[in-house]
């Protein structure tokens, strides 16, 4: 069975700081890994995936993320948020060869960007 | 663009009612999911459907019911709502992928479903 970890539940940032947000997953089977953005009252968007290749993965809006087998993280990180980039964002987990294209969820962070 | 879209932004029921939430996709895509997004909790499978008349169970199913007799439509139904249902319920599809590697699931706009 997978599981994901979002430790910080909101995170507070001043607009144009930096931001990590934090995903930890367990999973005895290799995964593929994704960040989704949700902004308020909307469905969830894709921001980025880690299929396989280079861990530094790109994504839209100037968000990467850092795939780290060893420590079984898949960080986000942007190194200068602005005020849109308020939101919920989500790491998710999908096993590979599952053969249902089931993710797993993590239970998200809030990213609040302050002026 | 590929476009999923809900029958209802926002819904309210009375308890014991029967509730069909609608999800329609338009780009031929396979594989329909059903969650229900909680605070704190994320989102959670409640059904998932990888072809027409194929259903399968995810992590939450007890209370609901699915239906997929076309391949664009995916409908959730909840035969008797009760207040604890009280949730935001979003539809998730996605292709099956040819490589093998998995595709991203396309999200709905969501229903605030609540029940009194």
């Known amino acids: 069975a997978q599981s994901v970890t979002q430790l910080d539940s909101q995170v507070p940032v001043f607009e144009e700081a930096p931001v990590e947000l934090r995903c930890n997953y367990s999973?005895?089977?290799?995964?593929?890994l994704f960040w989704y953005v949700q902004y308020p009252n909307q469905g969830l968007q894709l921001l980025l995936k880690?299929?396989?290749?280079?861990?530094l993965v790109k994504g839209i809006n100037g968000f990467e993320a850092e795939f780290n087998k060893s420590q079984t993280s898949f960080h986000l990180r942007k190194p200068s948020v602005h005020i849109s980039d308020t939101a919920e964002y989500f790491c998710?987990?999908?096993?590979?060869?599952?053969?249902?294209?089931?993710?797993?969820f993590g239970t998200g962070t809030r990213l609040k960007v302050l002026a | 663009d590929v476009k999923v879209t809900q029958s209802s932004r926002y819904l309210v029921k009375r308890t014991g009612e029967k509730v069909f939430l609608e999800c329609v996709q338009d780009?031929?895509?396979?594989?329909m999911f059903w969650y229900r997004q909680d605070p704190g909790l994320g989102l959670r499978l409640i059904y998932f459907?990888?072809?027409?008349?194929?259903?399968e169970k995810g992590d939450i199913p007890e209370g609901y019911s699915v239906s997929r007799e076309k391949k664009e439509r995916f409908s959730l139904i909840l035969e008797s709502a009760s207040t604890n249902q009280t949730s935001m319920y979003l539809c998730?599809?996605?292709?099956?992928?040819?490589?093998?590697?998995?595709?991203?699931?396309?999200f709905g706009p969501g229903t605030r479903l609540t029940v009194l």
């Open positions: 998730a599809s996605s292709l099956t992928s040819i490589s093998g590697s998995h595709n991203e699931q396309f």
């Open positions: 999973s005895s089977v290799s995964v593929y």
């Open positions: 880690y299929l396989s290749g280079s861990t």
């Open positions: 998710a987990v999908s096993p590979h060869f599952s053969g249902t294209y089931k993710y797993i």
């Open positions: 780009m031929d895509h396979e594989n």
């Open positions: 459907s990888y072809d027409v008349k194929m259903k």
